[in-house]
């Protein structure tokens, strides 16, 4: 396991370094671009200008760039925005992080429960009526725009039914946890569900198919042979096996929402998290809170994966060794 | 092998006409596809209206009097406008007007164009260059594999999105230029080869699965034996075993890279105006949503509807032709 470890973080550190050299050139050495104009936003002035050449070095040698950059962002965390202008652009970062983590834990939360129920419930009944919905709520999942999926539940819950039914649901916005509980849950819960719909289907579906295949290995057979009820089997015995790729996938898809992923439901219910600030830094063009952002992102993402990975291999030893 | 009777083309074929849904899906795609082709027909000859220039001034006509596109609006201080809503008559702004005063119903059919052409075209591209690199990757093994399977990593790790909106956001304000390449800040090519490249891991990783494993395989070897050179190979004995793989992701792609681009049009790093697509309109809509919610519901069902209806028919390639082929997250 330890070797295992010590493979697997030395992997991931590699691939932060590599995204760290994709966006660095992206953004920095793409034909035909004038970096420090981009750096410097929309109409900047010479002065402007010329303080962005200068504080990331755009006469040195690209691989000197390349660490100013990165001295910047992680060891200094001095990036600052051209456009507004003097905020900094980490703190801006960490400090959006609770309104993402309450979105992205909540919703997965809920379409964890929601999509193992449904998974097992599927291959329980598999061949019956329940079946061809999942799956029908598993292509829907992966066919909405989830932009529009929440402009549309805005419409109902803010304006067309406001007075009626969803006379309880409070404005567009967050409220912290701290500061009131209650409130955070209100404001949260349809930016969860809508959410959570898109992932719930397309892990049934995949669980569906995991639990179907398990049901016909040997130790189910086994099981079966010594009388356990089918019930039994489905849960303790077929399930355990057919969590793991759930897990690996969990893994990827969380990492990938804490990371911004989540940038188009947070803009559409008004929540100030990392995606929000992406988004925003988007319309005036704000490229360092953008460089920021990504590489927050892809930091979770990496972190995510190989967490997933590490635990992984806890549950099936035979991933270590390979 | 494609012209013997009951070859696997054949067959394959013949249990996709017999899946009723995955032919009602191709239906319904065909429909979209063919109503959104006939855009400038409408706009022309039924509409009368240029979908793509503004019209704020302008009247039409509502139960046989005249009304104005943008009218004084009636919710509280009266201050601003709200444009007309919809008329259900296709010849006077059957779904009412947008912001600008532009045809709703007419820029639907136009934005279908642009989002089903990128989807279409990023989902050959990128199908293209998967297979490329995948089968390269898959059959040298080795370093090239090695350099190749790393990338892969790499741009696998990065969200999507945010991958995206990076190369957008640098190419959508000054276009691309790469020595005689010259690609323009508006041009439609720029978004489909964004999201082609970004992907490329999605459909090259597991290609080069399968071509590692037929690359052990005895009639690669007996070629190998017999002489042929690699590209001869990899054309002639590789590809047309990893053709139905790249054929059934192409369904699913495309629907995927449609998704990808009304996200990036919603964000405005798509599509550019004064062009439309499903995305831009639902953009364009968020203002008027709860006044005329039309606009923003209208191009997420077209979105919905083309989405599930590729989705479907993907399902149904993938059942007739690789049953085990696989999108990230198994969908």
Redesign the interface.
């Known amino acids: 396991m330890l070797g295992y470890t010590i493979r697997r973080i030395g992997a991931a550190l ?2 932060l370094w ?2 760290s050299v ?2 660095f050139l ?2 920095f050495a ?4 004038d970096p420090a104009a ?1 750096i410097a936003g929309r109409n900047a002035d010479p002065a402007t200008l010329e303080q962005v050449r200068r504080s990331f070095g755009f006469d040195a040698p690209i691989t000197t760039q390349y660490l100013k950059m990165m001295n910047h962002l992680f060891l200094e965390r001095d990036l600052t925005s051209f456009v507004n202008r003097g905020s900094r652009v980490v703190p801006q970062i960490t400090d959006a992080l609770p309104a993402t983590l309450s979105l992205v834990i909540g919703a997965a939360v809920i379409w964890m429960a929601v999509g193992i129920a449904m998974g097992t419930a599927a291959a329980a009944w598999r061949g019956k009526a329940a079946d061809p919905v999942i799956t029908l709520l ?3 999942g ?8 929440g ?2 539940i ?2 109902f819950t ?3 039914m406001h007075e009626t039914v969803f006379r309880w649901v409070p404005p567009l916005g967050y409220v912290a946890p701290t500061e009131n509980p209650w409130q955070w849950f209100l404001h949260l819960i349809f930016p969860w569900l809508s959410l959570a719909v898109l992932y719930a289907g ?1 892990y049934a ?2 669980l569906r ?1 995991e639990l179907i295949g398990a049901l016909r290995e040997d130790y189910v057979r086994t099981a079966r042979a010594k009388g356990i009820s089918e019930r039994r089997i489905l849960v303790r015995h077929a399930l355990r096996c057919s969590l793991i ?1 759930v897990v690996s ?1 969990f893994g ?2 969380f ?2 929402l804490v ?3 989540g ?2 439901t947070e803009v559409v219910f008004g929540i100030p998290g990392i995606g929000h600030l ?2 925003n830094a ?2 005036n ?1 704000d ?1 360092p809170v ?1 460089m920021g ?2 590489m927050y ?2 930091f979770f ?2 972190l995510a ?1 190989a967490a997933v990975d590490l635990f992984y291999a806890r549950l099936d030893p035979r991933v270590r060794h390979v | 092998m494609i012209s013997s009777k009951n070859g696997p083309w054949r067959t394959a074929g013949r249990q996709l006409i017999r899946n009723r849904p995955a032919m009602i899906s191709a239906a319904a795609f065909l429909i979209i596809l063919l109503a959104c082709l006939a855009a400038p027909l409408y706009a022309h000859h039924v509409a009368h209206v240029d979908p793509l220039a503004s019209n704020i001034a302008g009247t039409t006509v509502v139960d046989g009097r005249t009304a104005d596109l943008l009218q004084q609006s009636t919710d509280g201080l009266g201050l601003g406008v709200t444009p007309l809503g919809p008329t259900w008559d296709p010849g006077h702004y059957l779904l009412g007007a947008d912001n600008q005063g532009r045809d709703v119903a007419a820029r639907l059919l136009y934005g279908g164009r642009n989002s089903l052409y990128i989807g279409l075209a990023s989902a050959f591209v990128c199908c293209l260059l998967a297979a490329v690199l995948g089968i390269v990757a898959g059959y040298f093994g080795g370093w090239i594999d090695a350099v190749l399977a ?1 990338l892969f ?3 696998w ?6 991958l995206a ?3 957008s ?3 959508v ?6 020595g005689p390449l010259h690609l323009n800040a508006g041009s439609l090519l720029l978004p489909i080869l964004i999201i082609a490249v970004i992907y490329v891991p999605y459909v090259a990783r597991p290609l080069r699965g399968q071509v590692m494993a037929l690359r052990e395989r005895d009639f690669i070897q007996a070629s190998i034996g017999s002489g042929a050179g690699d590209w001869r190979i990899m054309r002639r004995e590789v590809l047309p075993n990893v053709l139905p793989t790249l054929i059934v992701f192409l369904p699913m792609m495309t ?2 890279n449609m ?1 990808t681009e ?2 990036l049009s ?4 798509g599509v550019q105006s004064p062009d439309a697509s499903w ?1 831009t309109i ?1 953009n364009d809509g ?1 203002g008027l ?2 006044t005329r ?1 039309v606009v ?2 209208a ?2 069902l077209l ?2 509807l083309t ?2 209806a ?3 028919l993907g ?1 149904g390639v993938r059942d007739a032709l690789d049953p085990n082929a696989r999108l ?4």
Not at chain 1, 142 to 149: D, T
Not at chain 2, 157 to 162: G, Q, S
């Open positions: 590699f691939v590599a995204i994709l966006v992206i953004f793409t034909p035909g671009v981009r598993g292509i829907l992966v066919s909405m725009p989830v932009y529009w999926l402009e549309v805005n419409l803010q304006s067309r397309i579906r995949l198919g790729p996938l990827l898809d990492g990938a990371g911004g992923a940038l188009l992406t988004y988007l319309q063009l490229l953008i952002t990504v992102a892809a993402v990496v994966n | 790393r990593d790499v741009v790790a990065f969200p999507v999105y945010l909106i990076c190369l956001v640098v190419l304000s000054g276009g691309l230029h790469i629907a995927l998704l009304s996200a919603f964000l405005s790093v995305g639902i968020l949503l709860y919610p923003t519901v191009p997420g979105i919905a989405a599930v590729l989705n479907v399902d990230r997250g198994g969908a």
